[in-house]
């Protein structure tokens, strides 16, 4: 079945550094994808999606490209902050059906002043 | 974007009792309503959908006379966990979608409901 892998954390940063958080998926056609986050205390918030190969979504200041050659769809900032602090994951929902979501594990990231 | 609430927040119980989880939509009319569970430091695993109206569609491996839901309106789905036992203890989140909306079916996420079964 479709599934999503991404980089274990937790990940620790300081402010104004650049972020990678590694997103890798396998599905059979061509899902839709997506990063979530989710800060502390509060319910999953969509960050940006993708839905077809090439694309790029960004919100925030990050940014995902949906690769289809390498079934990946990493997160990057180019300079951090400490409210960016939060779980992120990263998500696929096939395009038929009921739009159910696959997630990865999550990843912590935490960024210090 | 769209506000979800679920209540209780957390809840603590004894084997063997049920416990009921709300989630509510507040400010749009949720067609679709998904109940997830989290285990600590995993992935959101997707345990039903249901649709205004109709019978949940359970994943597999997730017992529906274990995990009952209803969603009979379109701002409010319950999740029941009946004979509740320690390894029901879990993080239970809830979504909800509007078909008709416009965004892609986007899912708007509840806060999470910490259950502890003692």
Redesign the interface.
């Known amino acids: 079945g479709d599934s999503?892998t991404q980089m274990e954390g937790p990940v620790t940063l300081s402010e104004e550094a650049f972020l990678t958080i590694n997103c890798t998926y396998t599905a059979t056609g061509y899902p839709s994808l997506f990063w979530?986050v989710q800060y502390p205390?509060?319910?999953?918030?969509?960050l940006l999606k993708a839905?077809k190969a090439d694309d790029k979504g960004s919100n925030k200041g990050f940014e995902a490209t949906y690769r289809k050659e390498t079934t990946s769809f990493h997160l990057e900032k180019g300079s951090v902050q400490v409210s960016d602090s939060a779980v992120y994951?990263c998500a696929l929902s096939d395009i038929q059906g009921?739009?159910?979501?696959?997630?990865?594990?999550?990843t912590r990231l935490t960024i210090n002043p | 974007g769209a506000v979800v609430s679920q209540h209780p927040s957390w809840v603590i119980c004894k084997s063997g009792t049920s416990v009921k989880i709300e989630c509510r939509s507040l400010d749009f009319q949720a067609t679709t309503m998904f109940w997830y569970r989290q285990f600590p430091k995993q992935s959101l695993m997707l345990m039903a959908t249901s649709n205004e109206g109709s019978k949940a569609t359970y994943e597999q491996g997730v017992e529906k006379d274990k995990f009952l839901i209803n969603h009979a309106s379109l701002t409010l789905s319950t999740l029941t966990v009946t004979s509740a036992h320690p390894e029901d203890s879990s993080f239970y989140i809830c979504s909800a979608s509007n078909w008709f909306s416009g965004r892609n079916n986007e899912q708007f996420f509840g806060p999470g409901t910490r259950l502890t079964v003692l």
């Open positions: 999503v979530y205390g509060e319910g999953l918030q969509l839905t994951f009921a739009q159910k979501l696959v997630f990865g594990q999550g």
